[in-house]
């Protein structure tokens, strides 16, 4: 397929200086925030580029958007380079910053868009159009006339996906769009990017800490950690790579001794009445629900996906 984004040796390092035996003398030294990372993204696929607080995530994000520019490598966004053409990229992308927002923090919504619109010099046919679709499937209809700083950050995250989209980007960045969100604003935002990527062809690369938005938007997922790439492949291979468990939450009626003979799960903590079951993230939790359901008597039982960063430390204690 149709290469949209091309990096190749991407490299970022940062000076850092630090205090060093006394008052005014200072050491420098160098981070390297991205330490020559390498892929390629099909147009029109949708891709989670994952890995704890510090690993590089939005330090590459802001070098693909021409925020940043690269200390080495190579890359390519929509044929264009984003350090020699930040403007002209700027029309071919949208941004979305989770902890960060676009929008005028004292206008109202509309206001906001009308302003992103004179930027972007979209005709007034296609912005009425798009704010129209995205009103509607974000549910922002009676947030329009609402100043920014009056919005929930659930409010304001929807106003900020639709403030990037209004001028039909090729390429959507995400970077932690659902952080903070409640469940109706996560399975809004998740329901929207579906349908976007799959109407419009929108290729776009999520940055989160949330496996349940990469297990529903992505069909690839890359783990970045140090600045290094370190596994790309799909879900259920990552899973593997990092033996990765999910667990199951069961509150029975009384307290009981640990639950036992269910295939491919163990109980791993008990509680009182509640038991913790782990199980492998790549199978089925069903079989092992139904199990637990049919021998024990139950008031209640939840599953709790695994958390990114023991992933990523199980694939580094299987490395060494």
Excluded at 33 to 41: K, L, M, R, W
Excluded at 49 to 73: D, E, Q, W
Excluded at 128 to 136: D, S, Y
Excluded at 164 to 169: E, G, Q
Aim: aromatic share 4%; proline share 5%.
């Amino acid at each position: 397929m149709e290469a949209c984004i091309e990096v190749e040796g991407l490299e970022k390092a940062f000076r850092v200086r630090r205090r060093a035996g006394g008052r005014l003398r200072r050491e420098v030294s160098e981070v390297r925030a991205v330490d020559g990372i390498s892929f390629t993204v099909a147009r029109g696929s949708v891709v989670g580029y994952i890995g704890p607080n510090g690993a590089g995530k939005s330090t590459t994000v802001k070098m693909l958007t021409g925020i940043l520019t690269p200390s080495g490598g190579r890359l390519r966004v929509a044929g264009i380079d984003p350090t020699r053409e930040r403007t002209r990229l700027a029309q071919r992308i949208g941004v979305v910053f989770g902890q960060r927002t676009t929008l005028w923090w004292d206008l109202p919504l509309r206001d906001s868009y009308t302003l992103a619109r004179r930027m972007y010099r979209v005709p007034a046919d296609r912005f009425r159009v798009n704010l129209e679709r995205c009103v509607e499937r974000l549910a922002l209809g009676d947030l329009l006339d609402v100043p920014v700083r009056q919005l929930s950050l659930g409010q304001r995250m929807r106003g900020d996906i639709a403030a990037a989209l209004l001028h039909d980007p090729e390429v959507l960045y995400l970077d932690e769009p659902t952080i903070g969100l409640d469940v109706v604003s996560k399975g809004q935002v998740r329901r929207f990017l579906r349908d976007l990527n799959a109407e419009q062809g929108t290729t776009v690369l999520l940055t989160t800490h949330d496996l349940t938005d990469i297990e529903q938007l992505c069909e690839r997922v890359m783990v970045i950690d140090h600045g290094r790439l370190m596994y790309d492949g799909g879900l259920e291979g990552l899973h593997e790579v990092g033996e990765s468990e999910r667990t199951l939450v069961v509150d029975l009626e009384k307290e009981l001794p640990p639950i036992s003979g269910v295939p491919g799960a163990r109980t791993v903590r008990t509680e009182g009445a509640r038991q913790w079951l782990a199980f492998p993230a790549s199978a089925s939790a069903a079989p092992v629900v139904a199990a637990v359901a049919a021998r024990y008597p139950l008031v209640d039982l939840s599953v709790r996906e695994p958390d990114i960063e023991a992933v990523i430390a199980r694939m580094y204690a299987g490395r060494a």
